[in-house]
């Protein structure tokens, strides 16, 4: 049973593009977490979401931020028109329901470098 | 809103000895979960480790077991027979179980050196 995969792993963007992040859950999760963990700190939420829908964006900005997890296919997190302070590793998790039992698992994550 | 403390930066213990990584955490909740995450240099988060505040024996996993203080809203890690492959970073976490939202709130990570 495959893991939380993420892709790509490493991505390198200038200022100004666009950054695309991937997520596909474990297999029969239908919950994905978005988080991001900036040098030397803890991961910080950004957004919860359920298929086709937005959960909590409470950590999201509010600007250039955008994520979705559409009926098929992988979670997207967007970023637009990024900046360096957007530099970190972004780690997606996901859970098999939304009940408090369950344990969120971690993928590899995808280290963001902005030029 | 729910923090997460961790007061050691960095911790250091020798192969086979025990060592004791702390947390203290703040809410207002009386029911919740707390976690320990692993990130070795991999970057790679692992569970360690979870513990149901609602429940008063304290978790262990093998070599690994916590001490949760409820009243003190501590929860700290003890490692056993530590091993060189348990350097990395650990993370203790909190998740809220009324509320609606199911994320988890860390702390800023203790770096764990495992000598040989």
């Known amino acids: 049973n495959a893991g939380v995969m993420q892709n790509p792993r490493h991505l390198v963007r200038r200022r100004g593009q666009e950054a695309r992040l991937r997520c596909s859950p474990m297999?029969?999760?239908?919950?994905v977490y978005w988080y991001r963990q900036l040098p030397e700190e803890g991961l910080k939420f950004m957004v919860y979401?359920?298929?086709?829908?937005?959960?909590?964006e409470s950590g999201m900005p509010k600007e250039r931020f955008s994520a979705e997890f559409p009926k098929e296919g992988p979670s997207i997190l967007r970023i637009q028109q990024v900046v360096r302070g957007d530099s970190a590793a972004y780690f997606c998790?996901?859970?098999?329901?939304?009940?408090?039992?369950?344990?969120?698992?971690f993928g590899p994550g995808t280290r963001l470098l902005v030029l | 809103a729910q923090t997460v403390t961790q007061s050691q930066p960095e911790m250091s213990v020798q192969e086979a000895e025990t060592v004791t990584l702390s947390c203290t955490y703040d809410?207002?909740?009386?029911?919740?979960?707390l976690f320990w995450y692993k990130q070795p240099p991999s970057r790679q988060m692992i569970l360690v480790i979870r513990?149901?505040?609602?429940?008063?024996q304290n978790a262990t996993e093998n070599r690994f077991s916590v001490n949760f203080q409820k009243a003190a809203k501590s929860f700290s890690l003890k490692i056993s027979d530590s091993q060189l492959g348990d350097a990395a970073m650990y993370f203790c976490?909190?998740?809220?179980?009324?509320?609606?939202?199911?994320?988890?709130?860390f702390g800023k990570g203790t770096k764990l050196t495992v000598n040989p």
């Open positions: 998790a996901s859970s098999l329901d939304r009940t408090h039992q369950e344990t969120q698992y």
């Open positions: 297999k029969g999760h239908s919950h």
């Open positions: 979401l359920q298929k086709e829908n937005i959960i909590d």
């Open positions: 809410t207002s909740e009386s029911d919740y979960y």
């Open positions: 513990q149901e505040a609602y429940k008063q």
């Open positions: 976490a909190y998740r809220a179980i009324q509320g609606g939202s199911e994320k988890l709130v």
